[in-house]
């Protein structure tokens, strides 16, 4: 029943797609689909339309209205620029009057994506000569399809959105600028706007290269979260511009709403229901009182692990104090895996024997 892919031009005849621009309508191609039913049939009963819009693309189609009305949608002109809006409860709900073509896609993607965009029309600061005035809506590192349908972004409630957008700035950077580097205090949240860096690490007196970063890659929350030093340098190998946030609002606005907290008892049952612990200590200390059945994922090698978890599975992470804990469930949160957070860690547990599972 599906037929050629959804292109630009067709999405961007629809609303409110056609409000957004051409590099959220590209990611959001992936997530469309084309399906076609034969004259006399009632698509709104045939196929399950729960989570998804559609669109009427080709053909024409009455739609029967709860309160008794009707209207006839021709494909891709008028109201059929709009999604079908039916009451789907009734059998009468609709019927092709000819072969017709139906374009869909998930709704939840799609009311972020207009969401962030609606709220954040212009929204910029400026506080000295290296910030800008921004343009967010311009902004390709920040307003990606993954940043803002995964993770931090995703799940920041809309109220807030304006506010986050408001703590931003946008800084100016160069070739072989040192962004963070390593044994600071950690003091900024950053996102790459545009432009690659680097990250290394001081091991054993040699700086050793860890990683590069690209374009909408976010670093520097490892120290936010922990309350600690950083753990790397990051330096610039391109010019570029960032977006950074300070540590306060970084806590407030992204930590908190993305932090799913548990106490141990709810960790329990969400593992008798098939969750999995991740202990994210050194092997040393994982060895000493890890958790049974827990995989440990010390948090240095969390970013790397995070690409192959299973992001249809649960998983209760857990450290000593809740500490590294915490840095590791956001870092995975961030990245799409569905993680919840031990409260307080092993350390919490008043009564060593809470710990037998």
Known sequence: ????????????????????DEKNLRGLLPLCRYDSYQRNANP??????????????KGQLRVDAADGGMDILVGGYDKALFPVVSDVRHPSGAKALTDIEVLSLDEEPLDILVTWDQVAQKSGQSTNDSTTTTEWRRMSGLFTMENLTLGALAELPAANIDMLL???????VHRDDVI???GDLGDYY???????????????GTSVDL???KEGDVFGEEALLADSVRNATVTMKTDGSLLRLAKDAFLKMLREPLMKRIDFAAAKQKIAEGATWV?????????????????????????????????????????QTGRRSAAAAFLLSQRGINALLLEGGLKAMS???ELEI
């Open 190 to 204: 950053f996102l790459i706007e545009r432009g690659r860096c680097k990250v290394s690490r001081q091991i054993a």
């Open 44 to 57: 709104l009963r045939e196929t399950n339309w729960d989570g998804r819009v559609m669109y009427l693309t």
């Open 279 to 319: 202990d994210v200590r050194f092997p040393a200390e994982f060895q000493t009182n890890g958790l049974p059945n827990a995989i440990n994922i010390p948090l240095n090698d969390i970013r790397e692990a995070s690409a192959v978890l299973d992001h249809k599975q649960q998983y209760v992470v857990y450290c």
């Open 166 to 172: 408001q703590q931003f700035e946008s800084v100016s």
């Open 351 to 353: 009564d060593k024997r």
């Open 211 to 213: 990683a590069e970063l």
């Open 180 to 182: 963070i580097k390593q």
């Open 1 to 20: 029943m599906n037929v050629l892919p959804a292109t630009l031009e067709a999405l961007s005849r629809l609303q409110p797609l056609g409000q957004l």
